[in-house]
């Protein structure tokens, strides 16, 4: 999948069809057909905002009686007086933000279910997606995109539904009373006004939305430099990088920060034109009610009402402008949170897929073949039988295809040819979560999360008691560390359990797989990044770990398979050899060259 910055900016049509579906896969979350009370709550909030802007524009009318009263040009036919009057109209404006301030509180349950159900489904969306997608996406720029989503939706919610649609409202009803009451030149000059003020602005907002774009995607290049960088904090360090680092993130930097310059610089633009425009529209209103009271046919209390309903909707129409483009940007950032909740899942569970039925733990690689990349081939139709119960080991040197068995046993790839199957059962015929409950996995770098070692541990099983993670512990061999710890099982293990060393995290690891208790274990070179000693003792979890399970145990190091029921070796997508570790060495094969070569370059250590 292309990267954000790789594609070509969309054109305005592109941009307009992109915010009508944004628009359109919104809209289910604030009206939906259950539960009934998001749509009483809507239409509730819809009451009070149109009755605020309502009482909003009645306000300017009580302003006008209380000046002609002092002015003696008139009489109320209220009867209020000028103090009444006053008031009132206080009152009036005390309503209107009392009626928008409950329209908020009856939506806000609304727009917060909408949010969370939004970033649930894009949460749990990303984790269906498969390794494929994962590994060409960069963790910074998808979470970045994901935060940018969420907040648009928020923004778009508050002020698409309370903020553009009232003001036009607004401007309807002012623009009507002008011209009933006044004169339809009034009507003409607002109505020009608002027609060219909403047009320099969308205008320029459009343009000022591109300029965003590229800014977000500098953002968004930035935010994935520092991350990377952290991730491999050990790797700069080693390599005395820091200065390096700081360079690149730099140039990452001072690309958003001209980016941002252009963006401030069109605002300072498109804020100067809204207020020239407004101000106009203003003066040539105000002139021709001058012009009425100097010949008598106004009172000073309509010349004070029309400046009134002037400055009341100047001051939404100045909102406009920032608004506006504030939707623009959020129909832009929910747009590219909808593309990722429309990201397709290369790995996907049948229509009608079951789920897996574990019996002996039986495992069958038929014809098996895999490429990554349609001109480069992996697995060149590999053929095998794992018995229920035993341990078979697959080596091979580098790029032989090993680690690739394991990722299609996990169904994290399907095969392109044959078939895999556990039990006689294809796996592409069952669900992927009955699959997964089946195996566990014991990988080479096992990563923690950041919490403790307790919370590590019974990540493995749902719901696992003390009792049962102590037991995993122990029988991971690691139970004794652990309680020598000052906190215990309570201690952070820190970000991706970098506070315990390699053989540390790899039983923390072995203990949680235990407690998952899986049929079937995958060891995916579990000791290859671990010192001799370390191994010895990993070597022994993980063979307690193996008793009265299908162990399938991918290595480079072959003294960790030696005493596996059967070894099966692969050179270049194919095998080469099958059997134990000693017929082998009789065969003097390439597995007895390989164990040769790994014997001496240890014994030369």
Same mark, same amino acid.
């Given at each position: ?45 819809m ?85 494929? $997608? ?6 910074? /720029?998808? =979470?970045? !995109? +994901?935060?940018? @989503?969420?907040? %648009? #939706?928020?923004? &778009? ?65 930035a935010n ?22 700081a ?5 990452a930097m ?10 401030? $610089? ?6 100067? /034109?809204? =207020?020239? !425009? +407004?101000?106009? @529209?203003?003066? %040539? #209103?105000?002139? &021709? ?44 950032d ?28 039986a ?19 590999v053929s ?35 078939? &895999?199957?556990i ?26 999360f ?14 696992a ?36 060393s ?24 579990a000791?290859?990044a ?5 191994e ?46 000693y017929?082998?060495?009789e ?11 790994q014997?001496?370059e240890?014994?030369?250590?």
């Amino acid at each position: 999948m292309r990267s954000m910055s790789s594609k070509q900016p969309p054109s305005s049509y592109e941009m307009r069809q992109s915010g009508w579906r944004t628009i359109r896969r919104v809209t289910p979350y604030i009206w939906p057909k259950d539960p009934k009370w998001v749509r009483i709550r809507v239409c509730l909030a819809m009451a009070a905002l149109v009755l605020s802007k309502i009482i909003a524009v009645y306000t300017p009318v009580l302003y006008k009686g209380a000046v002609d009263h002092l002015a003696g040009e008139g009489v109320s036919t209220l009867a209020l007086g000028a103090i009444g009057l006053t008031v009132a109209y206080g009152l009036a404006r005390v309503a209107t933000i009392g009626m928008q301030q409950l329209r908020d509180a009856i939506f806000a349950p609304v727009a917060q279910r909408a949010l969370r159900q939004l970033a649930l489904e894009t949460f749990t969306h990303i984790h269906r997606l498969s390794m494929r $997608y994962h590994i060409t996406r960069k963790t910074g /720029g998808l =979470s970045r !995109i +994901i935060e940018r @989503g969420v907040k %648009g #939706v928020e923004f &778009l919610l508050r002020f698409l539904i309370f903020s553009i649609g009232p003001l036009f409202l607004e401007l309807f009803m002012v623009a009507v009373i002008l011209a009933v009451l006044f004169d339809v030149s009034y009507l003409v000059v607002v109505v020009g006004t608002i027609a060219a003020y909403v047009l320099f602005t969308f205008t320029v907002t459009e343009w000022r939305v591109k300029l965003r774009r590229k800014m977000n995607e500098q953002d968004t290049d930035a935010n994935q430099k520092a991350i990377d960088s952290l991730l491999n904090y050990e790797t700069v360090k080693y390599f005395v990088a820091e200065d390096r680092e700081a360079a690149r993130y730099d140039v990452a930097m001072k690309g958003y920060a001209q980016a941002a310059l252009k963006t401030a $610089y069109s605002l300072a633009f498109l804020n100067f /034109g809204q =207020s020239l !425009i +407004i101000t106009s @529209g203003l003066v %040539g #209103v105000m002139v &021709l009610a001058a012009i009425g009271v100097q010949n008598g046919a106004l009172t000073v209390g309509d010349f004070v009402m029309v400046n009134a309903y002037m400055i009341q909707i100047t001051v939404p129409l100045n909102f406009l402008g920032s608004v506006y483009r504030e939707i623009r940007q959020s129909l832009v950032d929910m747009g590219e949170m909808f593309d990722l909740l429309e990201q397709p899942a290369d790995v996907t569970d049948k229509a009608d897929a079951k789920d897996l039925k574990v019996s002996e733990g039986a495992i069958s690689l038929e014809n098996l073949r895999f490429s990554y990349e349609p001109a480069r081939e992996i697995l060149k139709g590999v053929s095998m039988d794992v018995p229920g119960g035993q341990t078979v080991a697959i080596v091979g040197s580098t790029g032989s295809g090993k680690s690739t068995i394991g990722r299609l046993l996990f169904r994290f790839y399907d095969v392109t040819g044959g078939a &895999l199957k556990i039990d006689g059962q294809d796996l592409r015929d069952v669900t992927q979560k009955s699959l997964h409950h089946a195996i566990g996995v014991v990988p080479q770098d096992t990563v923690l999360f950041n919490d403790t070692i307790r919370y590590n541990i019974a990540y493995g099983r749902d719901g696992a008691t003390q009792e049962q993670v102590e037991q995993a512990a122990r029988d991971a061999q690691i139970h004794d560390f652990i309680v020598g710890l000052p906190d215990g099982y309570d201690t952070q293990v820190g970000e991706r359990g970098l506070k315990l060393s390699g053989g540390e995290k790899q039983r923390v690891g072995i203990a949680r797989t235990l407690l998952k208790n899986p049929p079937i274990l995958l060891l995916d070179e579990a000791t290859s990044a671990l010192d001799t000693d370390t191994e010895q003792e990993i070597k022994e979890a993980l063979s307690r770990a193996g008793q009265g399970r299908t162990v399938i145990t991918i290595a480079h190091r072959l003294s960790t398979v030696a005493e596996a029921d059967k070894i099966v070796v692969l050179e270049q997508g194919e095998i080469a050899e099958v059997g134990t570790h000693y017929a082998l060495l009789e065969q003097n094969g390439r597995y007895a060259h390989l164990w040769h070569r790994q014997q001496s370059e240890q014994d030369a250590a």
